[in-house]
Each structure stands twice: as C-alpha cells, then as structure tokens.
C-alpha cells in the first residue's frame, strides 16, 4: 500500500523540515520530493504536511506517519537483507555526540545489532568537536554529531534551532553576567552560546564546565546558571528561558552524519548503520524523554 520510496521522501522531508535539504540528502530533484510527499498524501488520504513559502511542519496526521514509516522501511530493509544472503563482519567504530544521551539512540543500535550480529560495534560518546577530530585522525569509521555553521561536510539527519534553557524557577539578573552551563572547548554549542552573547555586549560567566551531558543537567537543574541547547532535545526537568529575559538569538544547528574519508573494511556496515539512523532519525529527535 505504501512506496518505500515514498516513506524514504517522507521522513527526510519530515527531519529537516525542508523539501531542497531531503532533496540534497536523497539525491532527488525537488519536484521528484514534492511528487513523493502528494503521492503518499494520496494514498493516505490525509494531509501529511503544512507547508508555505517559509516553512515546513508536520500535520498531525503526519506525526502519526513518521512512527508507521519507520518500522515499515524497517521491516522492507530486514527483508531485502534476508533473501540477499548480505552479511555484514568486521569492526565498526561508531562516534555519537554526548546530544544523544537522552534519546532513543540505543533502540537504533540494538535493532542494527540484531540485524547484523556479526559487527563488532565499538562506540564512542563524545562532544561533538572531538568527534570529528577523531574521525579526521582515522580512529572512527562514522560519527553522528552537531556540526559547524560553516562546515559543509555530512549528511543532513535534521536541522534545528538552538535555544537557552534553564531550570523554571531561574531568574537572570539584567545587571549581573549572565551564569553559563557549558561544555569545555572544542564543544560547538559552547562557541555558538559565547558568540551570541559577544554579539549582544552581554556580559557572561561560566558557572559550571562539563564533558558530560548529565553533568551539564544536573547543574542547569540546581539554578546555577543557563545552557544552550537544541530544541529538539529539551531534557526533563529544564524549560526554554522566556524571551523576556533578553538573551540573543543563538541560531540554527545541523545534526549530521558523517563517514571516514578513507576506504575501510568498515565502509558497507557503516552505511548500513547510516541508513538505520537515518530511517530512525525521529526517534532521535523526538525521542528524549
């Protein structure tokens, strides 16, 4: 009933909230992406997207087909696997961003484990930055991270705003630095959040430094200060800071994917791992509790 091709469109329209982004990610002309999403609209019978000439998002109904989509595409890739005899071997070391502690990140891996019980999957959490160090340095096979404004590498796995949260009870005094939650350098969040506020002439502080994400949490939880953050990925406990503190604008951010420049023996499980993330992605992002 449905094309898998179609869902393939669907969720890559549905995780950048951009037909030209899925198109670049697909490798499709935008008309081909647009034919896809009204072909599955058809099918459905439901209106899948709200679009106009300046953004994009999901219906309801089309949140209800993200879930549908995925495990379908699942089910098709597990299938095609079966009956082609393809059986991935060898070591894959896979780097995620500490972004991705709280989601549903795991469930992506387990089902990839399960499917392909014959890799050896060494993974690797780190910020973002490092990630792709390492990765430049041939210590990883594939990292799935945050990436700089003016990177062009990667595969789009989708797009969001970052924003300030903070514990709800936190109050900014206007006349004192604003307290920051941080990660050490190379994080990119933290370069983004100390260019922001320079931008403004807004003085700042570090209240707390952390490599880890639960770190980070645990002080923005106690009041000690605010932290920038995708807001896709608000994690329980923390709330958006209100406009009405004066905070500047912190800009956009790409979550991408991104494969070793060099031929390994690891390059045909790391695309199938690629393409598990990428089926899965809103697991991802709306997957943190």
Not at 103 to 126: A, K, N, W
Not at 201 to 214: D, E, K, V
Request: with cysteine.
């Amino acid at each position: 009933m449905y094309d898998p091709s179609q869902l393939r469109t669907f969720l890559a329209v549905a995780q950048t909230l951009s037909f030209t982004q899925a198109a670049r990610r697909l490798g499709l002309r935008q008309s081909t992406v647009s034919q896809h999403v009204r072909r599955l609209e058809d099918t459905a019978g439901r209106q899948l997207f709200s679009r106009d000439t300046h953004s994009v998002e999901l219906t309801e109904d089309g949140e209800a087909m993200l879930g549908f989509a995925r495990r379908i595409l699942e089910a098709h890739e597990q299938a095609a696997a079966f009956f082609t005899g393809t059986r991935l071997r060898g070591r894959l070391r896979f780097g995620a961003s500490e972004d991705f502690v709280l989601t549903r990140l795991t469930e992506i891996l387990e089902g990839f484990r399960h499917d392909h019980p014959e890799v050896d999957l060494e993974l690797t959490v780190e910020l973002s930055g490092t990630l792709h160090e390492q990765l430049a340095d041939g210590k990883l096979d594939l990292v799935l991270a945050k990436r700089r404004p003016e990177d062009p590498r990667g595969e789009l796995v989708w797009h969001d705003r970052l924003v300030w949260i903070g514990a709800e009870r936190l109050r900014l005094d206007p006349e004192r630095p604003v307290p920051l939650i941080v990660y050490p350098p190379p994080g990119i969040t933290r370069t983004l959040a100390l260019e922001a506020l320079e931008r403004q002439g807004r003085a700042w502080r570090i209240a707390c430094t952390s490599g880890s994400l639960n770190g980070l949490i645990a002080a923005a939880r106690a009041g000690l200060g605010v932290m920038a953050h995708s807001r896709g990925l608000v994690p329980p406990g923390l709330v958006r800071v209100p406009d009405r503190a004066g905070l500047p604008e912190l800009g956009e951010v790409d979550f991408v994917l991104v494969h070793a420049k060099r031929h390994t023996a690891a390059k045909s499980a790391a695309d199938a791992l690629a393409s598990s993330i990428l089926a899965g992605g809103n697991r991802l992002y709306r997957g943190a509790p």
